[in-house]
T-cell receptor, first 116, second 114 residues
Framework: EAGVVQSPRYKIIEKKQPVAFWCNPI?????LYWYLQNLGQGPELLIR????????DSQLPKDRFSAERLKGVDSTLKIQPAELGDSAVYLC??????????????FGPGTRLLVL | GDSVTQMEGPVTLSEEAFLTINCTYT??????LFWYVQYPGEGLQLLLK?????DKGSNKGFEATYRKETTSFHLEKGSVQVSDSAVYFC?????????????FGKGTLLTVNP
């Protein structure tokens, strides 16, 4: 069974440029998460989707970050414009989405962003 | 709010040495506890988990026991290998009534020398 797929794996951009990350979750997983991992830190949740609905985006900086999951499968996270402080690893995770059940989250390899 | 505290690294061991990475947590409710491992250049992989007090999670020679009385979930391995070199993250899920919000520690870098 394929795991969570993310692309690109690495991205280097200049500040003020836009950037987008793509994620395809494990087949059949209804819940999708985007996490931000700063250097030397644990991941922090940015947004969580149940199917196509963003059910928790309280930690997403909405002035420059946006996300979508239009068909309830793959998802895109966008930053526009990027700032130097956005340099980090962006992780996508998915879980089965069974209501009321504690769910193990499975992570993709991440996209490492460097903003110059 | 919920929080996870891990021993600070880096931890450097020789091959076949005994490993302990300490993890304690603060949470309301009854969280599930996890250890994730991150190899260089890769994403997080689930190593083991425990969902209730006194449960022991184990995988690949690693084990951790959910101790509610000491709010701890220490990771142990009897004999480490060079291939175990990675960053290890302790995490909790379900504290505070949320069954989806993972709270991570800062990670502990382990280096195993031959």
């Amino acid at each position: 069974e394929a795991g969570v797929v993310q692309s690109p794996r690495y991205k280097i951009i200049e500040k003020k440029q836009p950037v987008a990350f793509w994620c395809n979750p494990i087949s059949g997983h209804n819940t999708l998460y985007w996490y931000l991992q700063n250097l030397g830190q644990g991941p922090e949740l940015l947004i969580r989707y149940e199917n196509e609905e963003a059910v928790d985006d309280s930690q997403l900086p909405k002035d420059r970050f946006s996300a979508e999951r239009l068909k309830g499968v793959d998802s895109t996270l966008k930053i526009q414009p990027a700032e130097l402080g956005d340099s980090a690893v962006y992780l996508c995770a998915s879980s089965s989405g069974l209501a009321g059940v504690e769910e193990t989250q499975y992570f993709g390899p991440g996209t490492r962003l460097l903003v110059l | 709010g919920d929080s996870v505290t891990q021993m600070e690294g880096p931890v450097t061991l020789s091959e076949e040495a005994f490993l302990t990475i300490n993890c304690t947590y603060t949470a309301t409710g009854y969280p599930s506890l996890f250890w994730y491992v991150q190899y260089p250049g890769e994403g997080l992989q689930l190593l083991l988990k425990a969902t209730k007090a006194d449960d022991k999670g184990s995988n690949k020679g690693f084990e951790a026991t959910y101790r509610k009385e000491t709010t701890s979930f220490h990771l142990e391995k009897g004999s480490v290998q060079v291939s175990d070199s990675a960053v290890y993250f302790c995490a909790l899920l379900g504290g505070g009534g949320s069954n989806y919000k993972l709270t991570f520690g800062k990670g502990t870098l382990l280096t195993v020398n031959p």
